[in-house]
């Protein structure tokens, strides 16, 4: 048994290095920048999905305005570079040290808010932070700021290539899922879990439930605030529409929940599943597809809510276990559905 | 610069508007009571009986009275529907199951919406509810006026059929224990189906009326979904004319706070309420528990 393990071990490590040893490559075989462009968006996806991942789908406090962090990173730097010419490497921790706060300050005032009330929560800080943006002369209101093309200059992160947008982003990625694959079995994550399977006992057994939902709330947080530095300077562009939407906190939410949540392969997976196809749909429907593609996740979120609340994770295990098992509630006859256990 | 009349007429018009959160707001809490579930999809069946109410008029010809007898049984067949095609199968799942569902929901009526009929605001042309009444200075439209009074009349009605009648009185023990009111003999399954089909029904309502006067955009339902979530944790869940104040007491807030300070901020003094309620209040106004 023990040397089964040894093995498997041994078969995960020799994956993953092929799999990190491709990625690295992969800029060197797709030398236009389309591709290269779709896999910098992906992995930004897997970091935002992962982060999101960490409170919601570890601990299951559904945030909702994760996209809050993110604006606040692309804010930040953005102005400090453009204000007081401050180079994007320093100008991202003010940022992240802001997004951080930011989250304790609503964990600490909706923390003891249960289910969708946290959740609704968070969207209406969301909603205000946007609605203050749109407002705001300090942060150019609606119109946003244009970071200027200054030069190629690694000094203020920026290039006319997109190699080294790729490796900046592949690294905060695999290090990200780094985190959570170490936190899935440290005591955070398996704090975290108890959490979320049932907070009053995880509190009776003297998990301090509040500190480590804090905790992982300022994580995700600050890995969402990193992430939206880089966005700003790798787009250029930034304002209240595009990074304060509810369009895009879904975004951030729908790559886990399809992938599985509270699990470290699920967002990428859900990323790998639903960026290409989003990308894909932007290139071919053009502007018109913008309803398009918001329909389909629509459609996605729905089918995925009721049918395979673990995502495909959750298919994978199913099929794994050699049959497919009946997912929770569906097919349930009303009686049956009736002497379900309590949620 | 801002005068009475300014203020009495802000206060009048949150005032109107408010008649119409609290319907919308009736049939959300209606459906939250029964199964513990918020439908977030509640103000996009709005934004489609708005679209209705539009589309019958410019095709059709049909004045929004004429369409509104149309749209109730319509909705309310469509209530049913959601309720036996999606909900059902939630109901013991997890929490983020029940919430996403109705979520991802409101979002393919939304975009499918956009889909065909594109982002552009519409209105309804001339019609029955046309024009305005001067109450002393204050200006109120015909079509808020009678959008008021039929919210009323439709939550009083509601009211007395949830605590006079059998029916009614099978979705007051299936609110306070599903268990029991199986125990003895209430087929819980097709009352669930009945409160998803009156809560979208006032959702219908609330839509064909608020057509009369209010541009028809694709994005309104949303506002109007957490609006009415804000109305029913305002006035309290569990709390039939609580919900109904708390419906008339945001558009007072949105309208008053708006005019006295920022217009574009008003919905920002509707989440900051929510916020406060939740934590000084959690129960709401009048809530029970």
Redesign the interface.
Known sequence: MKKANVSRAAYQAGGISVLLGLLVLYPWVFTDPYPRHVMIILFMYVALGQAWNILGGYSGQISLGNHIFFALGAYVSTILLIKAGVPPWLGVLPGIVLAGVAAVGIGLICFDLRGHYFAIATLGLAEITYIIFLNWDFVNRAFGFQIPMLKHSTYYMQWTSKVPYYYIILVIAVGVVAFVWRMDQARLGVYLKAIREDEERAKSLGIDSRRYKLLAFFISAAITALVGTFYAQYVLYIDPDSLLSLEFGLLIIIIPMVGGMGTVLGPILGACLLIPVAEYARITLGGGGKGLHMLLYGLVILVVAVYEPRGLIGIYRSLRKGRLEVPLAANASPAAAEEGPPE | MLSTQLLAQSLISGLLMGGIYSLVAVGLSLIFGLMNI?NFAHGDFLMLAMYATFWANVLLGWDPLVTLPFVLLVWFVAGMTTYKV?V??????????????T??????????A??FWS?DVRKVNENLLSGVLDLGNIYVTKAELVAFGASAATTSVLFFFIKKSRLGKAIQATSQN??AA?EMGI???HVNALGWGIGIMCVGMAGVLLATYYPIHIYSG?TFT?IS??SV?LGGFGSFWGVYLGGLLIGIIESVLGTVF?P??K??FV??T??LV??YR?RGLFGKF
């Not at chain 2, 409101?106 to 975009?111: D, I, M, Q, S």
């Open positions: 918020v999606i059902r199968r939630v109901l013991n799942a997890p929490m983020v199951s029940q919430m996403f569902s979520f991802g929901l409101g979002l393919f009526l939304r975009y499918g956009y889909f982002a599903k268990e199986l087929y819980t399954d949303w957490l979530y804000i944790a920022v574009a901020f919905m920002v989440y900051v929510f916020i939740l934590i959690p």
